[in-house]
């Protein structure tokens, strides 16, 4: 039996970067949607998570592929408010879209961070032309790995499987190290 991808959860955004309208899934059918969930402060984020995403947003066609930033805070809110950010995106200069995940009226976990169940930052989702989530991957991913699997999915493919995050099992006590930071 193949594998069921879930159908992607819409994003709850509060606020778009790097855009004049707000981007949605929907409008974004026919094409595959790299998510790359980051916070500015997360190590791994900005060593490999978004010099990756600006990579993937400067090599594949928009009409292929389409990457997303997704500012997902769940540490040090105070200092990571949209003013930082617009700041950190301009400094850093981030070409593609970012959205800022809404903030969860109970506990530290934005509603996208929550509804992809994604496991900390950085994370990326891969989303095919359909709108299913055909990979969900907490941490570090390979350049070259996940070129093949975008690639798989602009030309039709099916990805040998979906890889999960550590959202399953996770301890938790938010933590950072040089890869990721867990929520």
């Not at 891969?126 to 299913?132: A, C, F, N, P, V």
Request: some cysteine.
């Amino acid at each position: 039996m193949p594998p069921v991808h879930p159908a992607a959860p819409p994003l709850a955004i509060a606020q778009w970067l790097n855009t004049d309208t707000p981007l949605t899934l929907d409008a974004l059918c026919g094409r595959v949607v790299m998510l790359h969930a980051f916070q500015m402060l997360c190590p791994g984020c900005v060593a490999h998570g978004l010099p990756q995403a600006a990579k993937a947003h400067e090599m594949f066609a928009r009409r292929d592929l389409v990457v997303i930033g997704l500012h997902t805070v769940f540490e040090h809110h105070a200092v990571t408010g949209p003013e930082a950010l617009k700041a950190f995106v301009h400094e850093y200069r981030l070409p593609f879209p970012i959205g800022i995940d809404t903030a969860a009226a109970h506990g530290p976990i934005p509603l996208t961070m929550q509804a992809y169940e994604l496991g900390g930052t950085p994370s990326v989702v891969l989303i095919d032309r359909e709108g299913r989530i055909r990979l969900n991957q907490l941490g570090r991913i390979d350049d070259l790995a996940l070129g093949a699997l975008i690639g798989e999915l602009i030309a039709g493919g099916a990805p040998a499987g979906r890889r999960t995050g550590a959202a399953a099992g996770r301890d938790s006590a938010a933590a950072c190290d040089d890869d990721a930071c867990t929520a």
